[in-house]
Nanobody, 118 residues
Framework: QAQLVESGGGLVQPGGSLRLSCAASGSIPSNNFMGWYRQAPGKQRGLVADIYSGGDITYGDSVRGRFTVSRDNGKNTVYLQMNSLKPEDSAVYYC????????????WGQGTQVTVSS
């Protein structure tokens, strides 16, 4: 059974940087989407960044130019480099993996807290 393990969250000052990692284990096809979503208290979960195994990337509007998503297909791992962090980036960040084998499969990580505060 596939599962996702996230790491790298924490507390950082405004303007600082953090790097999140998410490793997928188990039976996952090589063609898949790996990405990051976030949810702040009282708000809906939304896209941060998403990357296809072939390299296509989508960013949420609020993070474009500050965050960079990347992946290591050999390790089934996706990364999120977050720079120039702002207090409004504070949220629980969730890793998501999607793939299609006759139907869509949707896996979510347990979430990691990112807090941007002085």
């Amino acid at each position: 059974q596939a599962q996702l393990v996230e790491s790298g969250g924490g507390l950082v000052q405004p303007g600082g940087s953090l790097r999140l990692s998410c490793a997928a284990s188990g039976s996952i096809p090589s063609n898949n989407f790996m990405g990051w979503y976030r949810q702040a208290p009282g708000k809906q979960r939304g896209l941060v960044a998403d990357i296809y195994s072939g390299g296509d990337i989508t960013y949420g509007d609020s993070v474009r130019g500050r965050f960079t998503v990347s992946r290591d297909n050999g390790k089934n791992t996706v990364y999120l480099q977050m720079n120039s962090l702002k207090p409004e980036d504070s949220a629980v960040y969730y890793c998501r993996v999607r793939f299609y084998v006759f139907r869509q499969y949707d896996l979510w990580g347990q979430g990691t807290q990112v807090t941007v505060s002085s």
